[in-house]
């Protein structure tokens, strides 16, 4: 990790000292280490490093968010004495996965409203529930699914902080949990100063099932019943061939 | 060390499905049942999703149960008639069962309906072993107890459709045990159980086989259920993780085999009722957390994850 991060810092430097020759000199260029977050067998979780650069100084926070899904809320009520589900509200398109980091408390950057107009804010994801629902309702609804997937560990409100190392590089590591979804991410990168924003730049970043896991994955995905079959015959050879070594005891 | 489940999309510690397989495995193995019904609540408790828990557990069931269902029929044990009709009514009731099961999880009702389900039937079959037990245990301390009688006329007899099974030595109607099949087969696709503990009593009481026919006939439709269940699961809702299965097998032969050989140390009235106290316990675990409240009255699911 350490040597990833210094090897990363050096094309940074490399890149400032080259980039004055040209005359527009960049406010802000920022790039990952790694656009590819590899699922494998024993997989538990990635760190992918950012690194960049600012012309001048200003405060940078970065945004990360996962492919767009579908997602069910539901609220239980007590019935006849056990917990049931009882309302359920479907949120379309919202980001999978969500966390942002910044190198300064994001209140101590801009004003909140501000940074919620721009969605550069968990509160200021866009989240609109389906159906008519009362606006208490849909905020109790709202909270409820950025508190889950906080839970889950698939949205972070203050990830690893933005670290500058002097006044113009920066880095952070963004960090991946093993239920991770699949798909593409986009990190959005921004830079502001005094309470404005300068600067944006989008990366992206791919995480996918590769090697064993991505072949059983696409496998059960794009034929089922075949699948099925072999997943049936697989369980019946394996329960029959351990039995054999006990068979005359 | 983790493990990837591909389709349950989660990291899982190795050791910890290898040792859940070695002991309902060895559970199984003591007790001469399929052990399902406590493999699916474990699954669901270290946070598998019970789609996945449910569909995987049906798939492990085909593996804990061949080498069984095989030895039996070595030995003559099995009624093949007997083990169509009820095929006939399993494959319907599972084919039911994985569409009531889609249903469940479209409404989100799929973990109550199984929390239920096994309170249900755990509560009223440990209650019976238990009684049954207890009584066997006090008969053998006063031996002049009452006998049985070998045969009882029921509605059952008055059913059309009268089948004859020879090697059962029985003539009912066919509508028994396809109605029994049919049943299990829907139990088998909701809750990843084989119902050899529904269908074991049943094919004593209500249909009189002889004891020496059942566990092998048992055996026989458990595992051609389970392996339609598996296959409808993976068409129907895409929930079968192999990986997952591969793993509780590995675990659950070795425990098997031990189980059986400690299962051989106890007397069979003491292991009925140890295990209608296992069955008990998990029952009112469960129905107790039904009614706890939960952390978080909100629950958050992706639209499409297993």
């Keep these: ?249 | 060390m983790e493990i990837y489940l591909p389709i349950a999309g989660l990291s899982v510690d190795v050791l910890v499905l290898l040792g859940l397989g070695g002991v309902v495995g060895f559970l199984s193995g003591v007790f001469g049942v399929g052990g399902g019904f406590l493999l699916t609540p474990l699954l669901i408790f270290i946070g598998i999703p019970p789609a996945v828990a449910v569909a995987s557990a049906a798939n492990q069931l085909v593996g804990a149960s061949v080498s069984g269902a095989i030895g039996h029929w070595r030995r003559g044990n099995v009624d093949f008639q007997m083990g169509f009709v009820l095929l006939v009514g399993g494959f319907l009731g599972s084919g039911f069962g994985v569409w009531l099961f889609a249903l469940l999880r479209q409404i989100g009702q799929v973990e109550l309906a199984v929390s239920l389900l096994y309170v249900a039937l755990l509560g009223v079959l440990g209650v019976m072993m238990l009684i049954e037990s207890t009584r066997a245990i006090l008969r053998q301390r006063h031996p002049h107890g009452s006998r049985r009688k070998l045969h009882t006329h029921t509605w059952i007899h008055g059913l059309p459709l009268k089948m004859r099974f020879r090697r059962s030595k029985l003539y009912i109607s066919g509508m028994v045990p396809a109605g029994l099949g049919f049943f299990v087969g829907i139990l088998s696709a909701v809750m990843g159980v084989g119902g050899g503990f529904v269908m074991v009593p049943a094919m004593i009481y209500m249909l009189g086989m002889p004891t020496s026919v059942v566990p092998g006939t048992s055996l026989l439709q458990i595992v051609f259920v389970a392996a339609n269940v598996t296959v409808l699961q993976a068409v129907g809702n895409g929930t079968v993780d192999a990986v997952l299965t591969m793993t509780l097998l590995a675990g659950g032969v070795v425990g098997a085999q031990l189980g059986t050989r400690f299962g051989a140390l106890l007397r069979g009235e003491q292991l009925r009722a140890l295990l209608a106290l296992l069955v008990l316990g998990v029952a009112v675990k469960l129905a107790r957390d039904l009614g706890v409240r939960p952390d978080d009255l909100y629950s958050a699911v992706l639209v499409g994850s297993p």
Excluded at chain 1, 10 to 25: E, F, I, K, S
Excluded at chain 1, 213 to 241: K, N, P, Q, S
């Design chain 1, 1 to 249: 990790m350490r040597a990833k991060l210094v090897g990363a810092l050096l094309c940074v430097l490399a890149l400032a000292t080259a980039a004055p020759r040209a005359a527009q000199a960049q406010e802000l260029e920022a790039e990952l280490t790694n656009h590819l977050v590899a699922i494998t067998t024993g997989f538990t979780g990635a760190n992918v490093v950012l690194f960049g650069s600012t012309e001048e100084k200003g405060d940078v926070i970065v945004v990360v968010q996962g492919p767009t899904r579908d997602i069910v809320v539901r609220q239980k009520s007590k019935i006849a004495s056990i917990w049931v589900n009882t309302t359920q509200v479907t949120f379309r398109s919202v980001p999978s996965f969500y966390s942002i980091s910044s190198s300064r408390p994001l209140n101590e950057i801009a004003p909140a409203r501000m940074l919620e107009a721009k969605q550069i804010s968990l509160e200021g994801l866009r989240l609109v529930p389906d159906g008519d629902l009362a606006p208490d309702e849909a905020q109790e609804f709202r909270t409820a699914l950025i508190r889950s997937q906080e839970r889950t560990g698939l949205y972070l409100a203050s990830a690893e902080p933005v670290k500058f190392e002097g006044d113009h590089l920066f880095h952070t590591t963004i960090a991946f949990p093993a239920n991770v979804p699949t798909g593409d991410f986009l990190v959005q990168v921004f830079l502001l100063r005094n309470s404005a924003l300068v600067k944006a730049q989008t990366l992206t970043l791919t995480v996918s099932q590769v090697g064993f896991d991505a072949r059983v994955h696409d496998f059960a995905d794009h034929d089922a019943l075949a699948y099925g079959i072999i997943a049936v015959a697989l369980a019946a050879l394996a329960g029959w061939l351990a039995s054999l070594p006990f068979r005359n005891a």
